[in-house]
C-alpha cells in the first residue's frame, strides 16, 4: 500500500491557461474525492467518485472544472481558463465503500499557483 | 447543509502537557461521524481519532481522546503528554457518508 499520490505537487501557469491534476488513489478503494484548501482554511468539498460514476459535484465546481474517473482507478481534475482565484491546495482523498464513518486517506495535495 | 466551527484559530501547549482543541457542529442528520484530522508542515492530512455519533462512549487512541457532547453538538479533542510532533494544524470534520466537511482548523504549536 503506497498511498495516495497526486501529480504534480507543485504548478504555477498563467492566468487563462488550462491545467490538469492526476490522482492515484489507495488500490483497493472504490471511492475518491477532490477537495480544495485555501490559506489558513479547512478543504473544501468539490467532488467524488464511486468507481467509475460521478456521483456528486459542490456547488464551488464551476463549468471551468472537470474531473473523471475514466476506469474507476486514477482521476484527474482539469481547470480551464484559470483564474487567479482559483489558486490553491487541491487535495485528492479516497476510500473504501463509502459506509458512513470510513477513513478518508489523503493524498500529498497539488498546490496551483495562477499568476 | 453541515456546518463545522473550530473558534481557536491558534492554541499552543508545553510539552509533556495536555491541550484540548475546541469544535462545535450543525447537522441535520440523526446519525453521523465526527472525526479529527492532523496536517503537519507540507505533509499530508491524517486520521487522528473517529466518533460515531450513536455511541455514547468517547473515543480514545492512545495520548488522544475527545470528548463528545451530542445534545451540545461539541467535540473537543484533548492531546495528553503533548510532543513536538503533535504540533501540526488540526481540523474537526463531519461526516455524512457523501463527503467530509471541515472546520477552519486549529494550529497548534508545541513548546519544548
Known amino acids: 500500500d503506497t498511498g495516495v499520490s497526486q501529480d504534480p505537487r507543485h504548478k504555477i501557469t498563467k492566468r487563462g491557461q488550462n491545467v490538469t491534476f492526476r490522482c492515484d488513489p489507495i488500490?483497493?478503494?472504490?471511492?475518491l474525492y477532490w477537495y480544495r484548501q485555501t490559506l489558513g482554511q479547512g478543504p473544501e468539498f468539490l467532488t467524488y467518485f464511486q468507481n467509475e460514476a460521478q456521483l456528486e459535484k459542490s456547488r464551488l465546481l464551476s463549468d471551468r472544472f472537470s474531473a473523471e474517473r475514466p476506469k474507476g482507478s486514477f482521476s484527474t481534475l482539469e481547470i480551464q481558463r484559470t483564474e487567479q482565484g482559483d489558486s490553491a491546495m487541491y487535495l485528492c482523498?479516497?476510500?473504501?465503500?463509502?459506509?458512513?464513518?470510513?477513513?478518508?486517506?489523503f493524498g500529498p495535495g497539488t498546490r496551483l499557483l495562477v499568476l | 447543509a453541515q456546518t463545522v466551527t473550530q473558534s481557536q484559530p491558534e492554541m499552543s501547549v508545553q510539552e509533556a502537557e495536555t491541550v484540548t482543541l475546541s469544535c462545535t457542529y450543525d447537522?441535520?442528520?440523526?446519525?453521523?461521524?465526527l472525526f479529527w484530522y492532523k496536517q503537519p508542515p507540507s505533509r499530508q492530512m491524517i486520521l487522528v481519532i473517529r466518533?460515531?455519533?450513536?455511541?455514547?462512549q468517547n473515543a480514545t487512541e492512545n495520548r488522544f481522546s475527545v470528548n463528545f457532547q451530542k445534545a451540545a453538538k461539541s467535540f473537543s479533542l484533548k492531546i495528553s503528554d503533548s510532543q513536538l510532533g503533535d504540533a501540526a494544524m488540526y481540523f474537526c470534520?463531519?461526516?455524512?457518508?457523501?463527503?467530509?466537511?471541515f472546520g477552519s482548523g486549529t494550529q497548534l504549536t508545541v513548546l519544548p
Open positions: 482523498a479516497s476510500s473504501s465503500p463509502g459506509t458512513p464513518g470510513i477513513t478518508q486517506y
Open positions: 470534520a463531519h461526516d455524512d457518508a457523501r463527503q467530509l466537511t
Open positions: 466518533q460515531e455519533a450513536y455511541k455514547q
Open positions: 488500490s483497493e478503494h472504490n471511492r
Open positions: 447537522t441535520s442528520e440523526s446519525d453521523y461521524y
